[in-house]
Structures are given as C-alpha cells and as structure tokens.
C-alpha cells in the first residue's frame, strides 16, 4: 500500500530565501508524480507534473525532481515571495488513482 | 483556461439525509474522480469513474455512496443517508486519459457539513 510522507510538516522562512520540500514515497512503483498547492479552505491547484521517466520538471521559480529508485521528490521554490504561502501536497499516481501526502505548510514571511 | 467547476461550494445538511454534490468536468476529459479531505486530514481517494462505470473505488466508498455521469456535462456523488463522519471538503477531478498518465486538474471542492 502507497504511503506518501511530507517532510517538514510546516516551515516558515523570510521573504526571498529559496527552499526545498521534501516528499518520500514507499513504493516506487509510481506512474507519476505530481505537486499541488492548496490555499486555506480551497481547492487543489495543480503546479507541476514529472512522469515516471522524468528526473525533473520545472515551471518559473518552482523545479520539481524524482527519483523513483530511492522513493523521493523535492520541490525548489526559487525567491519565495508572501504570495507562495499555502500548503504543498505531494501526490503519486498508479492505476486509476493519486495517493496524497499530508502537505508541507509553508508560510513566507514579509 | 478549462477548469472542474463544483456546485455547491457548501452544503450543510441533517444527519440521515441524502446529498447530492455536483461537478462539470473538463470537456473533452474521459476520467473522472472524488476525493475527500476531512478537517486537517489527507487528501483521499473514494472513486474513479471512466466510460459509465465504476473503475475503481476506495474502502471509504460504501453502499452509501453512488456516482453517476446523468449527461454529457455532469459527473456527480450521492450519499443516501450522511453521518457526522461524512463531514469534509468534497473534490472532484477530471483527466484526459487517467491519472496514471496525465495530470489531474480539481476543482475548488464543496464543504460538505453534516449536523
């Protein structure tokens, strides 16, 4: 059974400091993978999609990697800004569904 | 840009009766999914749904839940008689050919709170 592990669970870093999130995964046997972000009470936005034989992906200041043998991805958020406050959830997809982390909360401070 | 529109963005109902939450998938998508995240919890898998039938479902999605595409609009999660525990944030999303394929995109999710 898929286990998807987020590490740190919250992180509060100043404005502009680039960072790194960090999602473990038990079975490696992944089709995809896939980051989102959710605001407070909303909905899950998608910002990243790195499929099985991709090591990274990349969309403005967010880089996504994986690496499937050891189980892991991180997401490298460049020049944080206030605006990229939210949690960040980790997901894996396979068959026919996507199997979530618990999220990293990540507050950016002004 | 398309998106996975939910309707209502939030229900309150009483224990034991039927709710019926509402999604208008992404067009031309094929695949079609509910998840649910209680308060402070993981997001979860309930149920996936491709070509008018069930594909795959969760433990959580018991004979109290049911889904349904009725047109060529509409995919939408019935729960026939809610409990305290149903209570949680409701997403539905849509994907081309599957998630294991191609990116899922969610909709904004209907609050579901049963009192």
């Known amino acids: 059974k898929q286990e998807v592990t987020q590490i740190p669970a919250a992180l509060s870093v100043p404005e502009g400091e680039n960072l790194v999130l960090n999602c473990s995964f038990t079975d490696s046997a992944i089709y995809n993978l896939q980051w989102f972000r959710q605001d407070p009470g909303k909905g899950l936005t998608s910002l990243l999609l790195?499929?099985?034989?991709?090591r990274e992906q990349t969309s403005g200041r967010l880089n996504a990697s994986l690496d499937k043998s050891s189980g892991r991805s991180t997401l490298y958020i460049a020049a944080s800004q206030p605006g990229d406050s939210a949690t960040y959830l980790c997901a894996c997809g396979r068959d026919d569904k996507i199997i979530f982390g618990k999220g990293t909360r990540l507050h950016i401070l002004p | 840009e398309p998106e996975v529109t939910q309707t209502p963005s939030h229900q309150v109902t009483q224990m034991g009766q039927e709710v019926i939450l509402r999604c208008v998938p992404i067009?031309?998508?094929?695949?079609f999914y509910w998840y649910r995240q209680i308060l402070g919890q993981k997001v979860e898998f309930l149920v996936s749904f491709y070509n008018n039938e069930i594909s795959e479902k969760s433990e959580i999605f018991d004979d109290q839940f049911s889904v349904e595409r009725p047109d060529g609009s509409n995919f939408t999660l019935k729960i026939r008689s809610t409990k305290l525990e149903d209570s949680a944030m409701y997403f539905c999303a849509s994907s081309g050919q599957g998630v294991g394929s191609t990116e899922a995109f969610f909709g904004q999710g209907t609050r579901l709170t049963v009192v």
């Open positions: 067009s031309n998508h094929l695949y």
């Open positions: 790195i499929q099985s034989s991709q």
